[in-house]
């Protein structure tokens, strides 16, 4: 399983490398790519799904950013991504621009998906990103074994999402050993059954308010 996935996970990176014209930047910079991992359900009541996510970063000589691309291209198992996961990913370039103190001028940010399913929408990848995007700005590396699921706010404030015990179960099943979901996550309807899923799995949960803060988490690096 493990093997696979590092395989898919090559082939996305050649993929979003090659599918997208050559983009003008600045002397001695180079693209930067980062692969996170989001937790996703196939509809309600089904089960959940590991989702991985490519995020490039480029700086571009244009000062008209920050710029996002998505590459919806079915090649490399990616998937077509509705307007509400664009949206997403439009809020957590904002919430990473806040967070880091650039205006992101010269940032071109191309956002690959790759699904189980045909089509994948809502924000609840939209923190995930925001740690890729970050991570990619920032030269830092994503822990193996950590995973992410809520919606992050364009001034970094992590807010809920749905579905979260099948994620966890997802997750599990794909090794991931530690969720990190936001705070308020603990005033849903089915959080008892959210942690009851998290012991049974052996899943530890890490529980925070704000980008910078998951970041840590699936870093273990803070500024």
């Not at 970094?156 to 936001?182: M, Q």
């Not at 890490?206 to 500024?223: C, D, F, H, N, P």
């Amino acid at each position: 399983m493990e093997k696979l996935t590092v395989f898919l996970i090559i082939v996305l990176i050649v993929t979003l490398a090659t599918s997208f014209p050559t983009i003008p930047a600045h002397a001695g910079s180079a693209s930067r790519v980062i692969s996170v991992p989001a937790l996703g359900v196939q509809g309600e009541g089904l089960p959940g799904v590991v989702n991985y996510i490519l995020v490039q970063f480029d700086r571009t000589t244009a000062q008209d950013g920050p710029s996002v691309q998505f590459n919806e291209v079915n090649l490399g198992g990616g998937s077509l991504v509705g307007e509400e996961w664009k949206e997403g990913v439009r809020r957590a370039v904002q919430a990473v621009a806040q967070a880091v103190g650039d205006d992101g001028r010269d940032w071109l940010i191309t956002i690959k998906n790759r699904s189980m399913t045909a089509l994948t929408d809502g924000m609840s990848a939209s923190a995930a990103v925001a740690v890729g995007i970050m991570a990619a700005y920032r030269g830092d590396v994503i822990g193996s074994d950590v995973a992410l699921s809520g919606q992050v706010m364009p001034d970094g404030r992590l807010d809920v999402v749905g579905g979260l015990p099948a994620k966890i179960e997802a997750a599990a099943g794909a090794h991931y050993r530690t969720i990190v979901v936001p705070r308020d996550q603990m005033l849903t309807p089915d959080w008892m059954l959210t942690t009851e899923v998290a012991s049974r799995r052996r899943v530890q949960l890490i529980q925070v308010s704000t980008l910078e803060e998951a970041y840590q988490a699936m870093t273990g690096k803070s500024r």
